[in-house]
Structure formats: C-alpha cells, structure tokens
C-alpha cells in the first residue's frame, strides 16, 4: 500500500464560492502550528485568492494532489513566508499577570510569559480529459483538467503516474457533473520531498469556502483547521458555530500549550461544528515585511555558498528550498542538519554556487507569490484567523465564512489573571491559583503543568 498526501476539496453550485480543503496523511505528532491544515483565503477584485500549506512525509514517488475548483483556475506556487509570519504575529499568546498575596514574595517561576504558538508538455487530452495547461512550476509537474467522467479522470491520473488513491474516485462524481476543472500535481523528476511548497490559486469567487466532506476518508482524529481570511472587516463562519475557550482549562503553566486541546474541547462541546477566534484585527506592517520579496541582485552576486550567510539576506523556507539541490552533502549529512548548523560543515561553505541561476528561480519561483501578497496587504488590511478540529465522523458539513463590519476585534494576546496564597512556608503557592478571566469567571488552575480542573462554565457558545 502506498504511502500519500492527499487534498481533495468539494466544489459547490454557486460560482462564488472559494475553495480549499486537505484530508492528509502527516506526521500526527506535530505540534498544531505545523500539523493543522492552513489556509489563507484573500478576495481581491472579483477574485478568490487561496494560499494552501502542503504538507508530506514520505516518498517522492507516493506524493501526489488533487483539487476540483471553478472553471479559470490558475495555480502557481505560494511562499513558506506567509504562514511563518501569519504564526509569528497572530498566533495566540498567553501572558500570566500573577497577584501575589502581599505578605509572601513572588517567585521567578511564577512571574509566567508568553509562548507564541505557534515540465511543459503538450496540451493534448484522450480517453475524454482535456489538458488545459500542463507545465512544470517550481518542483511540480502541475496539470489543470477537464474530465468527462470519473473514469476517464481516474485512467488519465493512472497513466500519468499521479499518486492520487483510488478510493477517491466516488467523491468526484459530482464535480465532474459540474464542470469543475481539476488542479493536479506531483513532483518532477529531479525533485524530492524536502522540495515541496505551497500553492497558490486563483479563481472567480467572493465567498471563501472549507469544503471537508470529502477528507472524512483520510484524515485523522482531531485534524486542526487553521484559516486565515484578509479583507475590510472581521470574518465569522455562517453555517458553523462561534466559541471562546475557557481560559480556566488553559495549561498556564506551560505558558498555554495545550490551547489546540482546549480548543477541540469546546469545539466538541459545541456539536463538533464550530470555530474559536485568535485574531481579528487590523495588520502591522511585520505582516508586509514578512513576505517582502528577496533581494535577487545580492543573490546573483554570490559565488560560493558562504556568501549566502556573508550577505546579509535572510535565509528563509523558500530560499533553503532553492539552494537545497546545489549543495552537495557529504557522507551521512542531512540537508536538515546543515541549515540547523551550517557552520559546523565548513567544508561545504566553499562550494561554488551560481549566483545567477539561483536568482532566476528565486525570481520565478517565489517573488511573484511575495509581491502579489504584498500588494494584497497594502489593499485590504483586516486580517481574522480562526482556529477549528474536526474528526472524520464530524466532516459532514463544509464550513463557510462572510465578513461583518459590526463585530469588534479581537486581540490573540491574553492577559490572564491568576491570584496566588502564601503556602505554609510563607512563600507563594505556585502549583495553584485562581483564574480569573475577562468575562469574570473564576476558575481552579493547576500550573503545574497538568490540565486545568475545570471549576465553572465550558465555554461560551454564540
């Protein structure tokens, strides 16, 4: 049995509807900022814009993807830099504000702080698939169809070496009753798994969309749903429900690390259909520094591959993935263990590199994703990211969202009031506190680092 990544999306009847979806397989151990499932909807002038995260642990050759979106769908490469600093700024903190009983000193390890959570071939179909464009973009062989059938589809995708299972193809019907055209993409051959990287399509639409239904079949337990959605005001789901955690089950201790579980709580507590809020707000300007485009003429200017490092230009995902083919790796080196020390493999730093080269594919390949994103946020500054887990049983409902003008921001920092007593020492008692939240509950917390006995109120359900 192959091992794969798949993302399949459901395409709805109204034009206007965006897509985006991903049933996967992954590493289920990592932590919600990489494991959940990340998507950036942006509507801009009649256009939905959609910047998918792909994620894949396996071999190259059992890679492959497939989306159903509206006719006019373009899909070009995305950059790694806006989720890291979609994360970096708007990821939800936890800050403990301790009050200590005034006749014992507070201790360091109480004073709390915030965590940051974080090619080209011939257009030609056959057996009833139109090729409307098959071209090689960046480590991607990356085809957009047309199919008369399942079938048609599924013996096109067979005989092209597309790793897309089988098992799939009674969820495809009705988007082929539809007309839906078809994203498809695997890796070229001289690319490998560490070469994989976000999509980015476009196509007419001004409603974003979470079609999920179809994922049931491949995604796990729990599967985190990270969405961010930029346009002139707040974004709320319409068919699913709106939750705030309760703070009194945060794990303070650990600076609020279990805020995926607690989420999933009281997501689960509301019928399992339903979104809390880390941020809704205006953006700063890190977000637009964030996705600046990289500096191509400093890249061409490089000879050797110190020079990288020498140069003053920040080495980011995107950049990593085009010098990742150029360095060649002694005996027992992993691509991984030189950029987490590249000093520590001095042989390598003297390697030449062609300057040029690697500023042709940067500018191909991942400026374009960074300027057009950069226009976008000097265009529309409100930014929401909402935050969801569903189980597969729980799939059975593509969840929707619409903007609204009336509803207040909410800030992804949380300060939290946490009372501490003197233990019998005289010293304050830092195992337990009472939380005191901003709606004015109260609530035992454990800051030892165990879950939080929950003493009132779930969560509030609106």
């Keep these: 049995m192959k091992r794969f990544i798949f993302i399949i999306a459901t395409m709805l009847a109204t034009p206007s509807i965006g897509l985006a979806c991903g049933g996967f397989f992954c590493n289920s151990a990592q932590p919600i900022n990489q494991a959940a499932e990340r998507i950036f909807f942006a509507v801009h002038d009649g256009q939905m814009e959609m910047h998918v995260r792909i994620q894949y642990a396996g071999p190259r050759d059992d890679f492959g993807w497939l989306l159903p979106a509206p006719a006019g769908v373009d899909a070009t490469l995305s950059t790694e830099a806006l989720f890291d600093t979609l994360d970096a700024r708007y990821g939800p903190q936890f800050i403990i504000n301790p009050i200590f009983d005034e006749n014992c000193p507070p201790p360091p390890s109480a004073r709390g702080g915030g965590v940051d959570f974080d090619g080209g071939e011939e257009q030609a179909g056959g057996g009833g698939v139109q090729i409307l464009s098959r071209e090689a973009v960046g480590p991607y062989d990356r085809a957009i169809l047309a199919a008369e059938s399942v079938e048609d589809l599924r013996e096109w995708l067979d005989d092209n070496e597309f790793a897309v299972p089988a098992a799939m193809d009674e969820k495809l019907g009705p988007y082929v009753e539809m007309g839906a055209h078809f994203v498809a993409?695997?890796?070229?051959?001289?690319?490998?798994?560490?070469?994989?990287?976000?999509?980015?399509?476009?196509?007419?639409?001004?409603?974003?969309?979470?079609?999920?239904?179809?994922?049931?079949?491949?995604?796990?337990?729990?599967?985190?749903?990270?969405?961010?959605?930029?346009?002139?005001?707040?974004?709320?789901?319409?068919?699913?429900?709106?939750?705030?955690?309760?703070?009194?089950?945060?794990?303070?201790?650990?600076?609020?690390?279990?805020?995926?579980?607690?989420?999933?709580?009281?997501v689960d507590e509301a019928g399992g259909h339903a979104f809390a809020t880390d941020f809704a707000g205006v953006i700063d300007e890190g977000l637009t520094n964030g996705v600046r485009p990289i500096d191509v003429e400093r890249i061409a200017e490089i000879a050797v591959l110190r020079d990288v490092f020498e140069a003053n230009i920040p080495i980011d995902a995107d950049l990593q993935r085009v010098l990742n083919p150029l360095i060649m790796l002694g005996d027992g080196q992993s691509i991984a263990q030189f950029w987490n020390c590249p000093f520590c493999a001095e042989e390598l730093l003297d390697q030449p590199i062609d300057g040029a080269a690697v500023a042709a594919r940067v500018e191909a390949e991942v400026n374009p994703a960074r300027i057009a994103l950069t226009e976008l946020f000097s265009q529309h500054r409100y930014l929401t990211r909402m935050y969801s887990t569903l189980n597969p049983e729980e799939m059975v409902l593509d969840p929707a969202f619409a903007f609204n003008r009336d509803l207040a921001d909410v800030s992804n920092i949380h300060q939290i009031d946490v009372q501490f007593e003197c233990g019998n020492n005289g010293e304050a008692d830092t195992t337990r506190g009472t939380l005191i939240n901003a709606a004015g509950n109260t609530g035992e917390v454990d800051m030892t680092g165990e879950t939080a006995v929950q003493r009132q109120g779930g969560q509030t359900i609106r």
């Design 185 to 266: 993409i695997r890796l070229l051959a001289d690319a490998d798994s560490d070469d994989i990287a976000p999509l980015r399509l476009t196509f007419p639409g001004n409603s974003p969309s979470i079609p999920i239904v179809p994922t049931s079949v491949a995604a796990n337990p729990d599967m985190g749903v990270l969405v961010h959605l930029l346009g002139d005001s707040r974004a709320v789901p319409t068919n699913y429900r709106h939750v705030q955690i309760n703070e009194a089950a945060l794990d303070l201790g650990n600076g609020g690390s279990n805020y995926m579980d607690v989420v999933a709580q009281a």
